[in-house]
């Protein structure tokens, strides 16, 4: 068996005979029942059932519920998290998000299930060569950049060499720091290959990733996840997974969270219903495999820095799971977009999928905002994004099609930085395109090919000398807006503010 030579490493028949019992009970089960993440028309008479690809995959529905997975049937136990003999001999470990006493409305915790607790490895070592491109503490970040200048980035190239995702990460900006559990940042990441031989977890935040090419087959220890272009994933703070690259070039953007939890925003006036659908966001059914791996690694990032501890065993081993902490993924399409429907210009706000609330009210440490399709219906109204300052600020990304702000230079892959109060908003050829426009009174529908999004946080970001000196960074952003003339006209002055008070006179 092949569990056996680490038995013998740590010199236990008795282990080896329990393990042995174990497995003996597992494969029995295998075969008496219909199982595999609860699709019960499986049904496998073979000591293993072969549970479905990436691309079949089952889900669990719901935004933070307490749920509950089984791979095999009877393997959580009843009526307590913790009981003395587990079912099939398994080991009972808690995972918890939040701190014990965090109240209930906010307390996260899961409970798992599986053939070895995590605690059994080696120590961690820094992991060599260092990863020299992650950032997780901005209040001491030595050649940080801070700037009011709007700045733009080209989308990266994917390099020939052998990338996997966690290589291929690299930080653009952030504020804050990981060890005050306060703060953000953001990442990019450009790889080709799937992380082999290890598993990562994240001892320093939330990682919200969205893809712009490449699907990522996501391992975790609660289930599997297939992630396209289009949607977005959240593997919280702890949880060890690791990333395959099906169609080899990968890019896209990572949202990392220092301070707390991604939560559904609150709707307010909009009423119970609209944007995101909690039943839309989907999280994996209990999944797990059985292969020892010698030599296994468990690579953490922990305060910024990445550790690695050897264990002869897949960190993937939880046979069931409960409770509410747990990764999800979200399509973006399924938003529900609201917007003003006869005159004036929402806020973006109104776009929130999620956010991570500070402790001020209305105040997000991040709000993560998509720019989906959807129908322009406002009359005698500027359309696009109206020029602004914002005392936030905003990254953005763009996943495919052309940003309805921007008329060339912001490219899906690509990004910019509109930092606390640096102005910013259409760009030349966009605002004359529009103010040209003669008739605004017909419905217009925004390209369905086009999905951009934004994560806007209420602290400023410090930017990363690599991103700063990248040669991906767009010297010629400024430009887009030199070209915006003065259409002052003194002598229609008068006509004009009387046209534009007329919707809102008595
Ligand atoms: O800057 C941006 O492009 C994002 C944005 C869009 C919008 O419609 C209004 C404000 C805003 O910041
Ligand atoms: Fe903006």
Known sequence: MEE??????????????????????????FMDMSISNGNAENKHDDRRPSPPGFEDLQYLRGFGNGFSSEAIQGALPNSQNSPLKCPFGLYAEQISGTPFTAPRKANQRS??????????????????PAHEHLLSDFSNAKGCVTTPT?????????????????????????AGSCFVRHGY????????????????????GDFLIVPQQGRLWIKTECGRLQVSPGEMVVLQLGFRFSINLPDGASRGYVLEVFSGHFQLPDLGPIGANGLAEPQDF?????????????????????????????????????????????????ELRKFCPFSTTLFDHADPSINTVLTVPSEIPGVAVVDFVVFPTKWLVAEHTFLP?????????????LIYGLYEGK?????????????CMTPHGVDTLTYEKTVAGEDDSKPSKVSEDTLA??????????????????????PDYYKCWIGLRSHFDQGNANLKVTRQESPRSP
Request: with cysteine; aromatic share 16%; charged share 20%.
């Open 407 to 419: 008329a060339e230079g912001f490219l899906p892959g690509g990004a910019s930085l509109h930092s």
């Open 111 to 128: 409970w798992l299930y599986r053939m070895k607790p995590s605690v059994t490895h080696e120590p961690f070592y820094p992991r060599q």
């Open 4 to 29: 056996k030579g680490m038995d013998e490493e740590h010199g236990g028949d008795a282990e080896r005979e329990r393990v042995e019992g174990v497995w003996r009970n597992i494969r029995q089960t």
């Open 150 to 174: 709007q700045l733009r980035w080209k989308p990266s190239q994917i390099s020939e060499a052998r990338t996997d995702f966690i290589d291929g990460l690299f930080t653009i900006c952030g």
């Open 453 to 474: 999004f934004m994560f806007e946080s209420s602290l400023t970001p410090k930017i990363t000398p690599w991103a700063f000196n990248s040669p991906d960074i767009d």
């Open 385 to 397: 994004p109206y020029f602004h300052r914002n005392c936030m600020s905003e990254f953005m990304g």
């Open 282 to 330: 989907l999280t994996p059914v209990a999944w797990y495999e059985e292969q020892v791996h010698f030599g296994f690694k468990v690579v953490q990032k922990f305060g910024g820095a990445l550790f690695e501890a050897k264990q002869d065993f897949s960190p993937f081993n939880v046979i069931a799971w409960r409770g509410n902490y747990a990764p999800f993924k979200y």
């Open 185 to 204: 940042a953001i990442h990019m990441y450009a790889a080709n290959v799937s992380m082999e031989g290890y598993a990562f977890a994240n001892a320093d």
